[in-house]
């Protein structure tokens, strides 16, 4: 009976991995929605925009591209990124948030087009995360970001 209780608890254990593993290589019940409101990025980093300085050093960022002349949805979206700092309550400390606007000095003018209107979040070691159109709604931003900052020790 010791040799039966054993291959019983071994095969608990055991069975349950297996299974995962294979679901997950033959693509099996995976879940196909996503959590998050924004685009994610991959492999980007901010050092990619040759900005000057270090804005976003060792805290969350909130970050306003806006190319060119950006009137009416822009400058709502200055003031929305300024409510879900607010919103964050004890987190506030952690995120900080700025708008960033074509300066020859921080980057070339075609680089700076080809980011386009957005706002960004990026993690304290420079890592883009997500994207969001200026159509998107500000409590999606918010409830991604408060995601963000629960999960993550850094910042």
């Known amino acids: 009976m010791n040799k039966l209780n054993f291959w019983l608890v071994w095969g608990v254990a055991i069975i349950p991995v297996c299974l995962a593993v294979l679901m997950y290589l033959l693509g ?3 879940p196909k929605d996503k959590t998050h409101g924004g685009e994610l990025l991959r492999d980007q980093h901010i050092r990619q925009w040759q900005l000057r300085g270090e804005q976003t050093e060792k805290r969350w960022s909130l970050l ?19 409510n879900i700092h ?6 506030r400390p952690r995120v900080l948030v700025e708008r960033i606007i074509p300066d020859s000095s921080l980057m070339q003018p075609q680089e700076f087009e080809g980011l386009g209107t957005a706002v960004w979040i990026v993690d304290p070691l420079g890592n883009l ?26 910042g």
């Open 28 to 30: 099996v019940m995976l």
């Open 64 to 82: 306003l591209t806006t190319p060119g002349e950006c009137k009416g949805r822009c400058d709502e979206w200055i003031g929305t990124l300024e």
């Open 129 to 154: 995360v997500l994207k969001y159109s200026l159509n998107e709604e500000a409590k999606i931003v918010l409830r991604d970001l408060r995601k963000l900052l629960k999960v993550s020790r850094l």
């Open 86 to 91: 607010v919103a964050l309550g004890k987190d």
